[in-house]
């Protein structure tokens, strides 16, 4: 029974994923990235830029 209702739990959430691109309390941390990755990606900001504010962020 607990495990019918992990495997619930673990398709809504991949479901969700799919659908919303970002799971719950990690939504925020994960665009804040994308948008990063835009700006370097676009030339807003340089390597050095780009490196110290994705440590900010805590993605190493």
């Known amino acids: 029974m ?3 209702v992990i495997f ?3 398709l ?3 479901l ?9 309390l990690f939504s925020g941390e ?3 990235l994308e948008i990063l990755k835009e ?3 676009r ?3 340089s390597q050095d830029e780009f490196s110290s504010m994705k440590n900010v962020l805590g993605h190493k």
Do not use: Q, T
Request: charged content about 20%; aromatic content about 12%; proline content about 0%.
């Open 43 to 45: 030339g807003e900001i």
């Open 2 to 4: 607990i495990g019918i």
């Open 39 to 41: 700006r370097f990606a």
């Open 8 to 10: 619930l739990i673990g």
């Open 30 to 32: 994960n665009r804040a």
């Open 12 to 14: 809504f959430l991949v």
């Open 16 to 24: 969700d994923y799919k659908h919303h691109g970002s799971v719950g």
